[in-house]
C-alpha cells in the first residue's frame, strides 16, 4: 500500500507546471437589485485593468487546474436625471480553476475551465456631482467578493518552455438579499506561460 501510495505521489508531481502572466480588460456590469427587487436602468458597463498571476498543473494528459492571485479594476458609469456619475474599484484576489485541454495540433491547445475566485476592495470611489465619495464604507463594495464562472483559452507552444495564450472569462458575484450589488465581468485577455 505505501508503495502504491508513494508512486501516486511521484507519478502527480511529474506532470507539467507552468507559470502564467495575463493582462487584459474588464468590462463589468453592476447589476443592483433594490429592495423592490428591481435593477435600475442607469448603471452602464466600463472597462478596467484586469491583472493576474497563476500556476497551472496537470491533473492528467488532457486534464488542467490552477491557483493565482488578480487585480482587477470594476468601474460601472452612468447617469440620472442628466447627472453623470462613476464607479472605480480595485479588487486583488485568488482565483482557482479545473477542466479539460484539447490538443488542437501544431502546439496549439483549447482549454475550458470552470472558474471561482475570492477578492476583496482595496480602494473605491464614486464620483457624483462634481465630488468624490470613498466606499470604503459602504458594505456592498468592502465586503469579500465570491465570484464563479467559466473561461475558454487558446494557447500556443512556442518552445517546449515558452508559450502564449488569448482568453475569456466570464465570472458573476451572486450576492443575494433584500438589497445587493452583483459584479459581472467579462475580462479579455493575453498572456504569457512559463513551463518547468
Avoid: W
Amino acid at each position: 500500500m505505501k508503495r502504491i501510495l508513494l508512486l501516486l505521489l511521484v507519478s502527480v508531481s511529474c506532470f507539467a507546471q507552468s507559470y502564467k502572466f495575463a493582462v487584459g480588460s474588464n468590462i463589468t456590469s453592476f447589476v443592483f437589485a433594490n429592495s423592490a427587487g428591481s435593477n435600475p436602468s442607469f448603471l452602464r458597463p466600463s472597462s478596467g485593468l484586469h491583472l493576474s498571476l497563476s500556476r497551472e498543473a496537470s491533473l492528467s494528459k488532457s486534464f488542467l487546474y490552477d491557483f493565482g492571485i488578480n487585480y482587477n479594476q470594476f468601474n460601472n458609469v452612468g447617469d440620472v436625471q442628466n447627472i453623470p456619475f462613476s464607479y472605480a474599484t480595485d479588487f486583488i484576489g485568488l482565483n482557482t480553476g479545473i477542466g479539460p485541454k484539447l490538443s488542437l495540433g501544431k502546439g496549439i491547445s483549447f482549454i475550458a475551465k470552470a472558474n471561482a475566485s475570492v477578492s476583496t476592495m482595496v480602494n473605491g470611489n464614486q464620483f457624483l456631482l462634481n465630488r468624490y465619495v470613498d466606499l470604503a464604507n459602504d458594505d456592498q463594495f468592502n465586503s469579500l467578493r465570491t465570484m464563479y464562472g467559466y473561461s475558454f483559452e487558446l494557447t500556443k507552444q512556442i518552445s517546449p518552455q515558452v508559450g502564449v495564450f488569448v482568453k475569456y472569462q466570464h465570472l458573476d458575484s451572486y450576492n443575494f438579499g433584500s438589497s445587493t450589488l452583483n459584479f459581472i465581468p467579462s475580462t479579455f485577455s493575453i498572456g504569457l506561460s512559463l513551463s518547468k
